[in-house]
């Protein structure tokens, strides 16, 4: 069974500073990786996903891939109270053409003024 | 643009009764998905339409769970009877194409089961 672990938290960090979130997955066949914020009672919205070995940016966002060890990251820069919210690492399962998504517990972030 | 829309948004029932769940995906969306969040959980599928075809049912406990998605757009979650267990979070999510997968979240259905 594919596997995706994050650490649950709460992650608390003053506003200004940088978050870093964290995300390991088992398949290492794995293509694809999605970051979705969900705010409490919300539902998830996506806010990156990444398919190559490296970072990528997007605004305060920055996601990090390295295949070889498993393991994507979400650096948010200059976190704002508004951040606050449990962050979901979602991996990508593309056998027989399904493109399904397995989900982390994820992490909840507080952003502290 | 109109989002995926569910209803009911919350659901109480005692155990042993059913309910039915509704989402109407966002427009053009060919795939649908139903997801269940137990609290302090990720999402968790349960199934996986195409257009309305089934591609993936694997975790949808049948015994009790039956969904459909008559003429490829509106679906429908039932359960049937309901254990305590079910208590959950039900999310539906629509995407344009399998593979291009941002995947577009309703508000949920909220479901306790007393």
């Known amino acids: 069974q594919k596997e995706v672990e994050q650490n649950s938290g709460p992650l608390s960090v003053p506003e200004g500073a940088i978050a870093s979130l964290n995300c390991t997955y088992s398949d290492r066949g794995s293509q694809s990786f999605f970051w979705y914020r969900q705010y409490s009672g919300k539902s998830p919205e996506l806010i990156m996903f990444?398919?190559?070995?490296g970072d990528k940016e997007d605004g305060r966002f920055t996601a990090q891939l390295n295949k070889a060890s498993q393991y994507v990251s979400l650096l948010i820069r200059d976190s704002q109270p508004s951040d606050s919210a449990t962050y979901l690492c979602a991996v990508e399962d593309s056998g027989a053409g399904s493109y399904q998504l397995t989900f982390g517990k994820g992490t909840k972030l507080s952003v502290i003024p | 643009e109109a989002g995926v829309a569910q209803s009911p948004r919350y659901k109480i029932i005692e155990k042993r009764q059913s309910v039915a769940f509704w989402c109407n995906p966002i427009s053009g969306h060919a795939t649908l998905y139903w997801y269940q969040q137990i609290l302090g959980q990720g999402p968790k599928l349960l199934i996986q339409?195409?257009?309305?075809?089934?591609?993936?049912d694997s975790q949808l406990p049948k015994d009790r769970f039956s969904a459909e998605r008559l003429k490829g757009v509106d679906s429908t979650l039932k359960i049937q009877p309901a254990k305590l267990e079910d208590s959950a979070v039900y999310l539906c999510?629509?995407?344009?194409?399998?593979?291009?997968?941002?995947?577009?979240f309703g508000p949920g259905t909220r479901l306790t089961v007393l």
């Open positions: 990444i398919y190559s070995n």
């Open positions: 339409f195409q257009n309305n075809g089934v591609v993936d």
């Open positions: 999510a629509s995407s344009l194409v399998p593979g291009y997968n941002e995947q577009f």
